[in-house]
């Protein structure tokens, strides 16, 4: 499992989605809560769900840019 992987959601595209990055690699493009979720648990963050991913945004775990976990643009 990583130990506090530096996570960064990129602001929504002209399409909705929010580019994914941890520890400097690109996981892809997060739709929703979901698909971040199943993002960070396929880089080894076991066991997040949509909660987990809300909780750590609010912790400063997740850094956020261009809005919050509530925010996927179109």
């Excluded at 506090?4 to 690699?25: C, F, I, K």
């Excluded at 979901?34 to 993002?39: I, K, N, P, R, Y």
């Excluded at 880089?43 to 840019?65: K, N, P, Q, S």
Aim: charged content about 25%; hydrophobic content about 40%.
């Amino acid at each position: 499992m990583i130990e506090n992987p530096r996570v960064v959601v990129y602001p929504p595209t002209e399409s909705g989605g929010r580019r994914v990055r941890v520890d400097g690699a690109t996981l892809g493009t997060a739709y929703s809560l979901h698909d971040l979720a199943v993002f960070l648990e396929r880089a080894g963050l076991e066991g997040w769900d949509e909660l987990d991913v809300a909780a750590h945004a609010e912790l400063g775990l997740i850094e956020w840019r261009g809005g919050g976990p509530d925010d996927w643009g179109s």
